[in-house]
């Protein structure tokens, strides 16, 4: 694990003089995209029935691409039926930048959760990806990186979970495809956590992670659509083993 870490670190040292030169330059925009969302989750009515009920949400997220880079944010605020003590809130911000005019990239992102019963949990990624596979069709965009977690559990036996806490493997993908005259897009986001520091092993019951959503979304009106979300996740969100989710929602597209 040691020699991986020192490839990536390495690698990211070398990219600095592409990065800054793109911030020299003027970006080159291609275009912007952005929805809204509302709907609510059911713990119980996946594969696993793991015991949280259902729950009110409300999701944003905007995404603009440039030829140099490609930026994308995510925000989403859980259990709204419930009251102010028991909800949760997620931010993402996630980047790719092109290292000299390739494919390959910087990759990095920030996911933090904010609960106000459980507990506070910020991981940030950093590291290469990949931007090849894109077309009409759809995208397959790879990465691969460092993983630094900052948190506020503090274990007994190992003490905090903030700092170094292992390494990433993850994609996102868009599949795009009409039936029966009609537009669908089908999504996939992953991320496994490796090699994760003792704290933050005790705290998500193992070593390692898994943590993705499986989305079929129908757009049946124009800027409107509709998605059914599986949620899944292993040792991760504070559940033990193996768990998953079903997510309704509507959205509105700009």
Request: glycine share 12%.
């Amino acid at each position: 694990m040691p020699r991986i870490k020192n490839v990536l670190l390495t690698s990211l040292v070398l990219a600095a003089p592409s990065l800054f030169s793109h911030c020299a330059q003027a970006l080159e925009y291609k275009n912007a995209f952005g929805s809204i969302n509302a709907g609510y989750a059911d713990w119980n009515s996946g594969f696993v029935n793991v015991h949280r009920g259902e729950v009110w949400k409300a999701t944003a997220d905007f995404g603009i691409n440039f030829k140099e880079a490609e930026f994308y944010s995510f925000y989403e605020s859980n259990v709204l039926n419930h009251s102010v003590a028991g909800r949760n809130h997620t931010v993402s911000a996630m980047t790719h930048v092109r290292l000299f005019d390739s494919n390959y990239t910087f990759f990095g992102k920030l996911y933090g959760q904010w609960e106000n019963t459980w507990g506070d949990d910020l991981d940030m990624f950093y590291g290469l990806g990949y931007l090849g596979w894109t077309g009409n069709w759809g995208f397959f965009k790879p990465y691969i990186g460092l993983h630094n977690q900052s948190g506020d559990y503090v274990s007994q036996k190992y003490g905090q979970t903030s700092g170094w806490n292992g390494y990433v493997l993850g994609w996102t993908a868009a599949y795009n495809f009409t039936l029966l005259e009609e537009k669908f897009v089908l999504s996939n986001w992953n991320e496994i956590e490796f090699d994760r520091n003792n704290a933050y092993a005790e705290q998500q019951y193992g070593d390692y992670g898994i943590n993705g959503g499986l989305t079929l979304a129908w757009k049946f009106y124009p800027c409107w659509k509709a998605t059914v979300t599986w949620r899944y996740f292993e040792n991760k969100l504070g559940y033990d083993g193996f768990g998953d989710q079903m997510i309704y929602m509507v959205g509105y597209e700009f």
